[in-house]
């Protein structure tokens, strides 16, 4: 029933930008918690960004000052601004939700930053 989708990942320059899109369905979105979550290759896989359903926000410093988290309850989509993009945040994004003790998982989608 819960299904996420991402879009919007692709090849950036260093320094550039994307957007990337997660569009919800099954649940009540406005509801949960969304989040973000990277694996590059041979890497765990991180935490990026939260949004709350009270819309608090949450980076590591990792991304912090570079990405923004927000979401649009009306269209039940989450949102993954990235600017200033570096080559170390080549990775797999995938967003994910937590709901009655499981999480659920994107498909992700590839963003790679090489010049």
């Known amino acids: 029933q819960v299904h996420l989708v991402e879009s919007g990942g692709g090849l950036v320059q260093p320094g550039g930008s994307l957007r990337l899109s997660c569009a919800a369905s099954?649940?009540?979105?406005?509801?949960?918690?969304m989040s973000w979550y990277r694996q590059g290759p041979e890497k765990q896989r991180e935490l990026v960004a939260l949004?709350?359903?009270?819309?608090?926000?949450y980076y590591p410093d990792s991304v912090k000052g570079r990405f923004t988290i927000s979401r649009d309850n009306a269209k039940n989509t989450v949102y993954l601004q990235m600017d200033s993009l570096k080559p170390e945040d080549t990775a797999v994004y995938y967003c994910?939700?937590?709901?009655?003790?499981?999480?659920?998982w994107g498909q992700g989608t590839q963003v790679t930053v090489s010049s």
């Open positions: 949004i709350s359903s009270e819309r608090t926000t």
């Open positions: 099954g649940f009540t979105f406005r509801s949960y918690a």
């Open positions: 994910k939700t937590l709901m009655h003790g499981r999480n659920y």
